[in-house]
């Protein structure tokens, strides 16, 4: 294919505005798969991703697209719409000439559609904004139609109408793929081409996907990651349609995967440039900024002897995920890893992938945010609430300034939420006739707990919400810390405001008694501000042993208590004398 005939786009959206399902259709309407391999959202590949319909990893797709002016090579970017993911979507429009801007039609703009659609434009990207599932019988197409002539100034004839489940429209949307989307250019004679993604893969290696933007790649070539300095050989270049297929060469314009058969798992990272050994390019692309990781948890194996193998799972995913963080640690839970993560989702996803994809039980601590405290003579970060110094000059915590769009009638809500949460607004503006959007400066450590939750059931769903990191603030912080059975459980310490540390204290404690199990001694659990306790309740012993309680009896009956007891140990751990399930450590997240 030549440089005319190729388009690179991806898909952006809030959540659940029906990205995979359109890009489904795509795929479907220019027959990419066969019948036999149909599989609900072919793009959506991780088991967890399927289960939870939501897409976590950007997929890089190519197809063929015949018209009568000539055959189009179509190289589709899915990218996920969640929060938790933006640097995923960026990395995904710096491959990308043009995106499809999908909105559902029932529910207009949201915060995600801007905050993903500002993305793009900064990548200069051309936008063709989608009405989707106008099926619906809620759809409301003049108001959404609205909304996006007032976002993006276009004519309300270049919004094209669809839906993604009857595939409604879909031909219309190939064809202004084709028609409106540039087609990729290149300037350079040397090789250059930006690692967008990267993941291992137990059989093959390290798989890079990989943007050409200069010369070409070929089997056999021996290249070079310009900012890793390392050199390998291409043992496969090709792409995906949507399986794997091997291909002679990648040329400038296009997106497909390498292979390098690398034993160092570190060499090809996201952001580096690759170039041919032979005739190398001077200048590598522009990379990537580095996402910054704004929830840490520490992360242990409920055995003892798995630390090394977490190391290794650790390691591998990271390779899939630069933003994660992670670095020894050491506390009352015995060997594990402080980790850096996104966001809470993130920070689910990634334990639930390190469990299912390596095979490892773990726990992880209570979650905290990064705090900067000012000492005499240096400037400590905290990420773990136990490290937090006795004394200290101040602590300054993360800000975010959030988008919040919904319903006007849902407006008070919303500021009395935010107003809980220590928010000061910043701005307030009509989109549209009916629907508002607001702007506030949160701290994190307020929105990284329940805070979508409570936005969603304040306002019956209607409100999205969105933020963008906008830098640390002085505030009167201090430490709560949990005794249990006498021994300070360093995991499930919080950092908290004065003004509510007694009332995340009490709730905390009460909270901690529902989910700690019964032991066969009597479980005091306390909460403390320095040497003052400020809360406490008692989780009552055993009266009988429960399995003596069942011999002679029913057999069955026995086993499943038995059962129950082993699937509940699995994200248990024993801390001093006492153990104590994952729910608890995860619990001043919801008081
Ligand atoms: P994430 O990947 O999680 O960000 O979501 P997404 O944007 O990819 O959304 P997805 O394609 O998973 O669609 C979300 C839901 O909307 C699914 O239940 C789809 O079946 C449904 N859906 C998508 N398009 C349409 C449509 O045109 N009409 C109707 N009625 N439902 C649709």
Do not use: W
């Not at 099926?135 to 276009?154: H, K, N, Q, R, Y």
């Not at 194996?301 to 963080?325: C, I, W, Y």
């Not at 020894?328 to 920070?347: A, D, I, Q, V, Y």
């Not at 201090?478 to 709730?507: P, Q």
Request: hydrophobic residues 40%; proline residues 5%; contains cysteine.
């Amino acid at each position: 294919s030549t440089l005319e005939n190729i388009r690179n786009f991806c898909i952006i959206a809030h959540i659940d505005h029906g990205k995979s399902t359109l890009a489904d259709r795509l795929l479907d309407a220019t027959h990419a798969v066969a019948e036999r391999d149909r599989m609900d959202q072919i793009l959506d590949t991780m088991d967890i991703e399927r289960e939870r319909g939501i897409t976590i990893k950007a997929q890089a797709v190519r197809v063929l697209y015949p018209r009568e002016d000539g055959e189009y090579n179509l190289n589709l970017i899915d990218t996920p719409g969640h929060v938790d993911f933006a640097y995923e979507v960026s990395r995904a429009i710096a491959a990308c000439e043009g995106a499809l801007l999908v909105v559902d039609a029932s529910q207009g703009i949201q915060a995600q559609t801007l905050a993903n659609l500002y993305l793009a434009m900064e990548h200069d990207l051309e936008i063709i904004p989608i009405l989707n599932k106008i099926d619906l019988p809620m759809a409301d197409v003049p108001a959404a139609t609205e909304e996006l002539v007032e976002l993006l100034g276009v004519d309300p004839d270049d919004i094209i109408k669809i839906s993604a489940k009857t595939g409604q429209g879909v031909p219309e949307v190939l064809d202004a793929i084709v028609d409106r989307v540039p087609h990729p250019e290149t300037t350079e004679e040397e090789t250059r081409g930006l690692v967008f993604d990267s993941y291992y893969d137990p059989y093959r290696g390290v798989v890079s996907l990989v943007r050409l933007v200069d010369g070409e790649l070929k089997k056999g070539d021996e290249v070079k990651a310009m900012r890793a300095d390392e050199r390998f050989e291409l043992l496969e270049v090709g792409c995906y349609s949507p399986k794997p297929t091997a291909l002679p060469s990648l040329r400038a314009g296009e997106v497909g995967y390498v292979i390098a058969g690398l034993k160092d798992i570190e060499a090809l990272r996201v952001g580096d440039t690759v170039t041919r050994v032979a005739q190398p390019a001077e200048k590598a692309l522009p990379g990537y900024a580095q996402a910054l990781p704004t929830v840490f948890s520490g992360l242990y194996p409920t055995e003892g002897d798995d630390f090394e193998r977490l190391r290794d799972a650790l390691s591998k995913l990271q390779l899939n995920d630069a933003s994660l963080f992670f670095e020894p640690e050491n506390s009352k839970m015995g060997f594990g890893f402080r980790c850096g993560f996104l966001g809470l989702l993130h920070m689910e996803i990634v334990q639930e992938r390190l469990e299912r994809e390596f095979d490892l039980d773990l726990i992880a601590s209570s979650p905290s945010a990064r705090y900067e405290v000012v000492m005499e003579d240096e400037v400590r970060i905290v990420t773990n609430p136990s490290d937090l110094p006795e004394a200290y000059l101040e602590i300054r915590e993360p800000v975010v300034r959030a988008t919040l769009i919904g319903p006007k009638e849902y407006v008070g809500q919303v500021m009395s939420l935010c107003h809980e949460r220590r928010g000061v607004q910043v701005g307030m503006e009509y989109i549209s006739s009916r629907r508002v959007q607001l702007t506030y400066d949160l701290p994190l450590a307020e929105i990284i707990t329940d805070f979508f939750d409570a936005l969603k059931s304040r306002t019956k769903g209607y409100a999205s919400f969105d933020y963008d990191f906008k830098g640390y603030e002085v505030s009167d912080l201090v430490k709560v810390e949990v005794i249990v059975s006498g021994d300070i459980v360093d995991a499930l310490s919080i950092i908290v405001h004065r003004d509510k540390a007694y009332y995340r204290g009490r709730a905390l404690v009460e909270k901690l008694k529902e989910l700690i199990p019964r032991q066969q001694f009597e479980v005091p659990i306390q909460a403390a501000m320095g040497k003052r306790v400020i809360a406490r309740e008692t989780v009552r012993a055993y009266r009988k042993d429960v399995i003596a309680k069942c011999y002679g009896g029913d057999i069955t009956r026995k086993r499943k208590l038995l059962e129950k007891q082993k699937a509940g140990k699995r994200r248990m751990k024993q801390v001093g004398s006492v153990e104590i399930p994952q729910e608890a450590f995860l619990a001043a997240l919801k008081l």
